[in-house]
């Protein structure tokens, strides 16, 4: 290797680079062989992105060799095989965790600084795939590495979107938009599979015909044709056992130009058709706001299903060659009502490509699917225009009819009133006509569950309360998981080195096995070692800060963190106006021992989404003021980071001290975010809401802050009237802040700008943050109190970590696994 012997003379001569041993040798020698052979460069030039790209390649290849053995054990046993569809697949970077669970990231670590390169630096420079937009798209994804850790066959199918969900700048405080370009120095762990590639058709005509023995035909002749190209993503699981596959669908047109229009001169419209086309996979959630936002939408979702369905049920014919057994070896789980549409599809190939009658067809759908919900909010349950559909999927919709019309016929004669009838229905009547994707999932499922005991039993009451009348025990709960291998392990390492020196490896391969570290709780000596783990978090997060928003922080201030998805029901502004609540009484009594608090938040809004805009506004109008108020004393700091990602989350949560989850009870149906911090030992602020029932269960009610409202409360005080007016004068300290922030003393230069947020919550306040402000406000001081006793407070911390190991996506896997999509599951290690 003449590069790699350039590369080593470097090396040499910079002599005191170490020399690498055994395995790091042959890693090296790989990355160097990628290094030249497929980047093209010569070591002596290669710039950090070139080592990154060879290193990535020649981890691909490791893996590549473990792929191909899962994938042809799996064909060999001609077992069931999981395909979970997802419009989302927020995979972050891949590098570092594929290097951890294939057990090489020390290795890599050695070979690289051998020749004088820092794996650390070069890591930093990987795209961030941020295929996805909050906790569901962040839940496939652990669910992905999951069923690869538990020997769980699996593809992962949804949309390789050439420009994910968007960039967030703050401008001047204010979110704006640009697209993310997370493939501009390509992608090194997909590979493009050109000849998998499916027709989706869309528009046209169904012609209706006479069968051979009498029955009806339906042909549907579409009017235009997209196709579906895969491009396949290995996906290795813990200690790189076995590895599937996250296929993702990029959109072609089949005529790349018109060439007639090129030659005629109108060389832009001869492009039209392909823009079209291609359009359906370049953004994630463009807006739906208008009608032609509205249509891409449901064309992406069809799309996507579409392709997936078409190559589940290739590959099922190729090798067991007979469509009845689909369902004996194909789970098909919905990821959310995005791939709804899958019902009327898998029926359309069903019945019309392979002559099933319409009750077997029915049947293998429904024992063939599942469906996951992750919502209760009406606006997040997807429905589509009646003539949308009939116009852009016109066979799918008469499908569409004929199910909900033997439904509505199951249903009474179940006994069903008008009113149930109504609300099982697949055709909203009352909302011009409506096709509702929720319910159609439901109907064409065999399991339908929730993410959390408590959003499970809700959806019950609520959202599907006549369908589980009418279908009853289709409901069933799956609370949700995150991997520990990302969210420990390689978010933090510093932890996990501490954890396998004091309770041994156990926890790697099984983390509920993190129990044993139980009795370490109150031990000053580990307590000390726990701290320093900490403390180290803080120093990075606090350079991050520096280095984004030239603020400075201190680490040994407590750290209090809020990070997600921008939305009034997860109530960043019940944050942000208790933030200000004690800048107030910091300023009124600064002879007071105050704790010193960090406030940290991220979060992207929704691009049309105006009132969360103004809750980022908001916040950072209030760091600029509070941050740099000499009276404050560098008490409190108010930090906006943004564009927040998966990265930006492993380097955020390790380093919390507080875990904000504080969303009005009964709206976040599990919440992720809240596992992560806990793993990480942050200690919880939050309601009755979600999975943190379920943390309080498994961490303690000592050990977690809840304050506010139960889902049960919120409820009877919507049902009686929300009376934010009387909220606001039984506590002054709330009436001071909103009087602060409506009159502008945030925003002197405009001092109407927040007026309508105060409106808002004065003279409606769906989310009861006015409700919960003053129990809220209270916890808060009595945290600052436990924060005074630093051994008080690591030992619930460490309880946390120790009792978060339930929470692991392995046990999610393996709940799915036994009850809906029945396969056996294998340990792990
Ligand atoms: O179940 C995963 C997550 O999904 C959401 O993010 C969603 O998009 N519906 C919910 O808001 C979270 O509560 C949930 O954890």
Same mark, same amino acid.
Request: proline residues 4%.
């Given at each position: 290797?003449?590069?790699?012997?350039?590369?080593?003379?470097?090396?040499?001569?910079?002599?005191?680079?170490?020399?690498?041993?055994?395995?790091?040798?042959?890693?090296?020698?790989?990355?160097?062989?990628?290094?030249?052979?497929?980047?093209?460069?010569?070591?002596?030039?290669?710039?950090?992105?070139?080592?990154?790209?060879? +290193?990535?390649?020649?981890?691909?290849?490791?893996?590549?060799?473990?792929?191909?053995?899962?994938?042809?054990?799996?064909?060999?046993?001609?077992?069931?095989?999981?395909?979970?569809?997802?419009?989302?697949?927020?995979?972050? =970077?891949?590098?570092?965790?594929?290097?951890?669970?294939?057990?090489?990231?020390?290795?890599?670590?050695?070979?690289?600084?051998?020749?004088?390169?820092?794996?650390?630096?070069?890591?930093?420079? &990987?795209?961030?795939?941020?295929?996805?937009?909050?906790?569901?798209?962040?839940?496939?994804?652990?669910?992905?590495?999951?069923?690869?850790?538990?020997?769980?066959?699996?593809?992962?199918?949804? $949309?390789?979107?050439?420009?994910?969900?968007?960039?967030?700048?703050?401008?001047?405080?204010?979110?704006? &938009?640009?697209?993310?370009?997370?493939?501009?120095?390509?992608?090194?762990?997909?590979?493009?599979?050109?000849?998998?590639?499916?027709? $989706?058709?869309?528009?046209?005509?169904?012609?209706?015909?006479?069968?051979?023995?009498?029955?009806?035909?339906?042909?549907?002749?579409?009017?235009?044709?997209?196709?579906?190209?895969?491009?396949?993503?290995?996906?290795?699981?813990?200690?790189?056992?076995?590895?599937?596959?996250? =296929?993702?669908?990029?959109?072609?047109?089949?005529?790349?130009?018109?060439?007639?229009?090129?030659?005629?001169?109108?060389?832009?419209?001869?492009?039209?058709?392909?823009?079209?086309?291609?359009?359906?996979?370049?953004?994630?959630?463009?807006?739906?706001?208008?009608?032609?936002?509205?249509?891409?939408?449901?064309?992406? #979702?069809?799309?996507?299903?579409?392709?997936?369905?078409?190559?589940?049920?290739?590959?099922?014919?190729?090798?067991?060659?007979?469509?009845?057994?689909?369902?004996?070896?194909?789970?098909?789980? +919905?990821?959310?009502?995005?791939?709804?549409?899958?019902?009327?599809?898998?029926?359309?190939?069903?019945?019309?490509?392979?002559?099933?009658?319409?009750?077997?067809?029915?049947?293998?759908?429904?024992?063939?699917?599942?469906?996951?919900?992750?919502?209760?909010?009406?606006?997040?349950?997807?429905?589509?225009?009646?003539?949308?559909?009939?116009?852009?999927?016109?066979?799918?919709?008469?499908?569409?009819?004929?199910?909900?019309?033997?439904?509505?016929?199951?249903?009474?004669?179940?006994?069903?009133?008008?009113?149930?009838?109504?609300?099982?229905?697949?055709?909203? #009547?009352?909302?011009?006509?409506?096709?509702?994707?929720?319910?159609?999932?439901?109907?064409?499922?065999?399991?339908?569950?929730?993410?959390?005991?408590?959003?499970?039993?809700?959806?019950?009451?609520?959202?599907?309360?006549?369908?589980?009348?009418?279908?009853?025990?289709? $409901?069933?709960?799956?609370?949700?998981?995150?991997?520990?291998?990302?969210?420990?392990?390689?978010?933090?390492?510093?932890?996990?080195?501490?954890?396998?020196?004091?309770?041994?490896?156990?926890?790697?391969?099984?983390?509920?096995?993190?129990?044993?570290?139980?009795?370490?709780?109150?031990?000053?000596?580990?307590?000390?070692?726990?701290?320093?783990?900490?403390?180290?978090?803080?120093?990075?997060?606090?350079?991050?800060?520096?280095?984004?928003?030239?603020?400075?922080?201190?680490?040994?201030?407590?750290?209090?963190?809020?990070?997600?998805?921008?939305?009034?029901?997860?109530?960043?502004?019940?944050?942000?106006? #208790?933030?200000?609540?004690?800048?107030?009484?910091?300023?009124?009594?600064?002879?007071?021992?105050?704790?010193?608090?960090?406030?940290?938040?991220?979060?992207?809004?929704?691009?049309?989404?105006?009132?969360?805009?103004?809750?980022?506004?908001?916040?950072?109008?209030?760091?600029?003021?509070?941050?740099?108020?000499?009276?404050?004393?560098?008490?409190?700091?108010?930090?906006?980071?943004?564009?927040?990602?998966?990265?930006?989350?492993?380097?955020?949560?390790?380093?919390?001290? +507080?875990?904000?989850?504080?969303?009005?009870?009964?709206?976040?149906?599990?919440?992720?975010?809240?596992?992560?911090?806990?793993?990480?030992?942050?200690?919880?602020?939050?309601?009755?809401?979600?999975?943190?029932?379920?943390?309080?269960?498994?961490?303690?009610?000592?050990?977690?802050?809840?304050?506010?409202?139960?889902?049960? #409360?919120?409820?009877?005080?919507?049902?009686?009237?929300?009376?934010?007016?009387?909220?606001? &004068?039984?506590?002054?300290?709330?009436?001071?802040?909103?009087?602060?922030?409506?009159?502008?003393?945030?925003?002197?230069?405009?001092?109407?700008?927040?007026?309508?947020?105060?409106?808002?919550?004065?003279?409606?306040?769906?989310?009861?943050?006015?409700?919960?402000?003053?129990?809220?406000?209270?916890?808060?001081?009595?945290?600052?109190?436990?924060?005074?006793?630093?051994?008080?407070?690591?030992?619930?911390?460490?309880?946390?970590?120790?009792?978060?190991?339930?929470?692991?996506?392995?046990?999610?896997?393996?709940?799915?696994?036994?009850?809906?999509?029945?396969?056996?599951?294998?340990?792990?290690?």
């Amino acid at each position: 290797l003449y590069a790699a012997d350039a590369a080593l003379a470097v090396a040499d001569e910079a002599s005191a680079l170490p020399e690498a041993t055994g395995d790091a040798r042959s890693f090296r020698d790989l990355i160097l062989a990628k290094l030249t052979y497929a980047v093209g460069k010569d070591p002596i030039v290669a710039r950090d992105h070139d080592w990154l790209r060879a +290193l990535s390649l020649a981890l691909r290849d490791r893996i590549v060799d473990r792929w191909m053995a899962t994938t042809r054990g799996v064909y060999r046993m001609g077992g069931k095989r999981v395909y979970y569809f997802s419009l989302e697949f927020l995979i972050g =970077r891949l590098l570092k965790d594929g290097l951890n669970n294939m057990g090489l990231l020390g290795t890599a670590r050695e070979a690289l600084a051998s020749v004088g390169v820092d794996l650390d630096v070069i890591a930093e420079l &990987e795209a961030d795939a941020a295929l996805g937009n909050g906790g569901l798209g962040r839940l496939a994804a652990c669910f992905m590495e999951s069923m690869a850790t538990v020997g769980v066959p699996a593809y992962g199918y949804g $949309i390789r979107y050439e420009n994910g969900l968007f960039r967030q700048n703050i401008i001047d405080g204010w979110q704006t &938009e640009s697209p993310e370009n997370w493939l501009a120095y390509g992608n090194p762990w997909e590979f493009p599979r050109r000849e998998v590639a499916y027709e $989706i058709g869309f528009g046209g005509a169904v012609e209706a015909s006479e069968g051979w023995d009498g029955s009806a035909v339906h042909a549907w002749k579409p009017a235009e044709t997209v196709l579906a190209v895969a491009h396949d993503t290995p996906v290795v699981g813990w200690r790189g056992l076995r590895v599937n596959t996250l =296929r993702l669908w990029s959109a072609r047109s089949p005529d790349p130009i018109s060439l007639d229009a090129f030659n005629a001169g109108d060389h832009i419209g001869a492009l039209t058709a392909r823009t079209k086309a291609e359009s359906i996979s370049r953004v994630l959630y463009p807006a739906d706001s208008t009608p032609a936002g509205q249509e891409l939408r449901l064309r992406q #979702e069809y799309f996507f299903t579409s392709a997936s369905l078409q190559d589940l049920v290739r590959r099922h014919l190729k090798q067991h060659r007979e469509i009845r057994t689909l369902a004996q070896k194909a789970a098909v789980q +919905l990821n959310d009502t995005h791939p709804a549409i899958a019902v009327a599809e898998l029926m359309r190939i069903l019945i019309d490509i392979h002559a099933m009658s319409w009750a077997d067809a029915f049947a293998l759908t429904r024992d063939t699917i599942s469906y996951t919900n992750h919502t209760l909010l009406p606006e997040a349950l997807e429905s589509w225009p009646v003539p949308l559909l009939e116009r852009l999927l016109p066979r799918h919709m008469q499908i569409i009819y004929a199910i909900n019309a033997r439904v509505l016929t199951e249903a009474r004669a179940a006994g069903a009133t008008d009113a149930m009838i109504a609300a099982v229905s697949i055709i909203d #009547e009352g909302h011009g006509r409506r096709v509702r994707m929720g319910n159609l999932a439901f109907v064409g499922s065999h399991k339908v569950n929730g993410v959390s005991a408590l959003h499970s039993e809700l959806m019950k009451e609520t959202v599907f309360r006549d369908l589980n009348t009418v279908f009853p025990g289709r $409901i069933t709960n799956k609370t949700n998981g995150i991997t520990p291998r990302r969210w420990l392990m390689t978010a933090n390492p510093g932890l996990a080195g501490l954890l396998r020196e004091t309770i041994g490896e156990g926890f790697l391969d099984d983390a509920e096995k993190l129990v044993a570290l139980e009795p370490f709780a109150r031990d000053p000596g580990f307590q000390e070692r726990f701290a320093a783990v900490k403390h180290a978090n803080k120093a990075r997060l606090a350079k991050t800060i520096q280095q984004t928003l030239g603020l400075r922080v201190d680490p040994a201030a407590l750290f209090d963190v809020q990070v997600k998805r921008m939305h009034e029901y997860k109530r960043q502004l019940l944050n942000i106006l #208790e933030t200000i609540a004690l800048y107030n009484a910091i300023r009124t009594h600064p002879e007071k021992d105050w704790v010193p608090r960090v406030k940290v938040f991220a979060g992207k809004a929704a691009a049309s989404y105006t009132s969360a805009k103004y809750i980022i506004k908001l916040i950072n109008d209030v760091a600029k003021m509070v941050n740099t108020d000499p009276a404050v004393r560098n008490l409190l700091k108010v930090a906006f980071l943004p564009n927040y990602n998966v990265s930006l989350a492993e380097v955020i949560i390790p380093a919390a001290d +507080l875990s904000e989850q504080i969303s009005t009870a009964g709206m976040e149906a599990s919440g992720t975010g809240n596992m992560k911090f806990a793993l990480n030992g942050a200690l919880t602020i939050g309601t009755l809401d979600g999975a943190n029932v379920e943390m309080r269960d498994h961490v303690g009610a000592d050990n977690i802050f809840i304050f506010g409202l139960t889902a049960a #409360e919120v409820e009877a005080r919507r049902a009686k009237g929300l009376n934010p007016r009387a909220n606001i &004068e039984a506590d002054p300290a709330l009436a001071e802040v909103l009087d602060a922030v409506g009159s502008g003393v945030f925003s002197p230069a405009d001092p109407q700008r927040h007026r309508g947020t105060v409106d808002n919550l004065t003279n409606s306040d769906w989310f009861l943050v006015t409700d919960d402000f003053t129990s809220y406000s209270a916890m808060q001081r009595r945290i600052d109190a436990l924060w005074g006793t630093p051994a008080a407070w690591r030992e619930k911390a460490i309880l946390n970590v120790a009792r978060m190991g339930w929470f692991s996506s392995d046990r999610t896997i393996r709940d799915y696994s036994d009850e809906i999509w029945g396969l056996p599951t294998v340990k792990v290690g």
